[in-house]
DNA sequence: TCTTAAACAGATTATTTTATCTGATTAAAG
DNA sequence: CTTTAATCAGATAAAATAATCTGTTTAAGA
């Protein structure tokens, strides 16, 4: 198998675009976000944790605690999610593997998919929480099967 | 961290491309690749022998034995070692981790992702070994830092 | 024919990622 | 003040991936 984003990353973004759908100011709590997108409600709630320590989600403890976005949804980007999550490397690193993969020593895919990469970083890039919110709610209203 | 391609296909993907750098018929060791291209040599030699059970390689045992392609390089798409190792599942799969990402349920990212993924898909798909052939040699020149 | 060097097969180990558990702290609400 | 429901912290478990090991079969070459 093959992955782009590991899950930690794949339910942090998920989690994220829920709460920009929920509204600036609304709290969550990682039980409701668990329940409502069918994924381990610890394990979100360990990812939202880390996201709070990176400043891009805000927490309030005790009853009627939970999560929210710690800035405006058209501040926050795609990409800071992943980098808070997975990191960059995937936007720096050579995608078959060698070693040392630069413009001097490049790889046989270097120029090609360093194309399709700087694609990939640009949207990521463009797309903000506040962007998505539409098709966030629509995916959302059609999450149980 | 996140990732393209499995360990697993990138070695599968070096190994071949060296392969094809070799010349058509020649016979390697995996050894020598494993040595060439600082991979372990047991795990590539497993890849090569799945490798060989996707009819994309093909093997000789016993002394002077090794591994060579089984067609012309001009035959071997990107898109094959990657399909007969990691799977087209990536292409496949809603890269937020959403189920039933369709379009009629598209996730947030649906669309812009999707055609970032066919590019990607017709990049593999259009590129062969034996259109690598130069820059495979380039780089493998410099392989040892 | 014997030695050597290779693929091959299957089991095992190690590492990383994913997921869960246990208990502590915090704060709202009766 | 007590109950309840949440985050939080740290340990642990489970699963997947990466890597290694052990021994067998095969074939070239001295």
Redesign the interface.
Known sequence: ???????K???G??AV?FLSAKGTGEVVSADEIAKRL?IPKEFVSKILQSLTESGLVSSRKGKAGGFSLAKHPALIR?IDV?AAI??L??FNSC??????CSPD??????E??GQ?RS??YS?LTE?TLDQ?KE??L??IA??E?
């Open positions: 198998m093959t992955v782009i984003f590991s899950k990353c794949e339910y973004l998920q675009l069918n795609l992943v997975d990191g490397a995937i995608v078959l593997g060698f070693p040392n020593h490049p790889c046989p895919l270097h090609k998919w399709l694609s990939a949207m797309q998505l098709k966030t629509n995916k059609h999450l099967a």
